[in-house]
C-alpha cells in the first residue's frame, strides 16, 4: 500500500526521525511500538499528510493515499452535538444529504455496540462508548486504512481488551483494511498487531520488526508459548534502545 524510504523528519532544530524506512501492506495490521517522543506519531501525520518528510520518499503503491480513517487518543467528539451527528460528520463533510448521512452513521453506530445512543451527547457517554463513537465515525467513510493514536490508553483494562476485540472484528469484516496502530503498550502491540515496528528513542528509526502474523495459532493466542515470547523479544528491543540512547 505505501512505502517510507530513508525517511527523516526534522521539526524546528529537533530532528524527530532519522533514516526511516517503513512499508504497510493491503490488509495488513502493524503496530508502531517505542518510548514517548520517538516520533511514532509524527509516522502517523506523515502518512496522512499532515507533515511533509525532510528528506528521504513516501511512496504509495496506488500514485494516490489510500482513504484514511482516523482513530486519535482522545474521542474528539464536538460536545454540542449529538453522537448520531458527530458519527456523520464526515459524511457530511464530503457532501452527502443529512438523512443519507444519518442513515449511514446509524449502521455504523449500531455496528461498534451504540445502538440506541444516537440522541446522546458525548458528556453521557462513558469513556469507551465514546472511542466506539470515535472508530464508527473513522469507518462511516469505508476507510481504505485506520490510523490509530493510542486510541485505547486512556480506558481501563477491560474496556481497553473489548476495545481491541472490536478492532479485529471489523478488520476479519474487511480483509483488505489496513491498520497502523500507535502504542506504548507491548501487550496491545503483540495482541492486535501482524507485525510490529520497535522505534528507537528519538530520533526515531526501526530498532526491530517483530513478525506476529506468522506465530499466532488459530486459537488460543494470548495464553501461547509464542505470545509470551513475542512480548519478550519487544521488551528486549526496546530496552536495548535505551540502553543505547543512555550509553550515547
Known amino acids: ?15 524527530v526521525l532519522q533514516g526511516l524506512h517503513l512499508r ?17 506519531s509524527s509516522v502517523l501525520r506523515l502518512l496522512a499528510g499532515l507533515l511533509t518528510p525532510s528528506s528521504g520518499a513516501l511512496r504509495f503503491d496506488a500514485g494516490r493515499p489510500p482513504r484514511w480513517g482516523c482513530v486519535f487518543q482522545q ?11 458527530n ?8 457532501g452527502l444529504g443529512a438523512a443519507a448521512a444519518r ?14 445512543f444516537e440522541r446522546a451527547h458525548p458528556h453521557e457517554l462513558s469513556g469507551g462508548m465514546q472511542m466506539r463513537a470515535a472508530l464508527a465515525r473513522a469507518m462511516v467513510t469505508e476507510p481504505e486504512a485506520l490510523l490509530l493514536d493510542e486510541p485505547f490508553g486512556a480506558l481501563d483494562e ?32 503483540v495482541s492486535l498487531a501482524d507485525r510490529i515496528v520497535i522505534l528507537s528513542p528519538r530520533p526515531g528509526r526501526v530498532l526491530a520488526e517483530l513478525d506476529v502474523a506468522g506465530q499466532r495459532p488459530p486459537s488460543g493466542w494470548a ?9 519478550r523479544q519487544a521488551q528486549e528491543a526496546l530496552a536495548r534502545g535505551m540502553r543505547q540512547e543512555a550509553a550515547a
Not at 3 to 13: A, H, I, K
Not at 103 to 116: H, I, K, P, T
Open 1 to 15: 500500500m505505501l512505502t517510507l524510504t530513508d525517511v527523516s523528519l526534522r521539526l524546528g532544530t529537533v530532528d
Open 24 to 40: 504497510l501492506n493491503a490488509g495488513e495490521r502493524l503496530a508502531l511500538l517505542g518510548p514517548s517522543g520517538c516520533g511514532k
Open 158 to 189: 477491560i474496556t481497553r481488551e473489548r476495545l481491541g476485540q472490536e478492532l479485529l472484528a471489523r478488520c476479519a469484516e474487511q480483509p483488505a483494511l489496513a491498520v497502523v496502530l500507535v502504542t506504548h503498550s507491548v501487550f496491545e502491540a
Open 75 to 85: 474521542a474528539t467528539l464536538m460536545p454540542w452535538a449529538r453522537t448520531l451527528d
Open 223 to 231: 495464553q501461547s508459548d509464542a505470545y509470551f515470547g513475542l512480548v
Open 87 to 94: 458519527v456523520a460528520l464526515p459524511l457530511r463533510l464530503q
Open 103 to 116: 442513515e449511514r452513521a446509524s449502521a455504523q453506530m449500531a455496528r461498534v455496540g451504540l445502538a440506541g
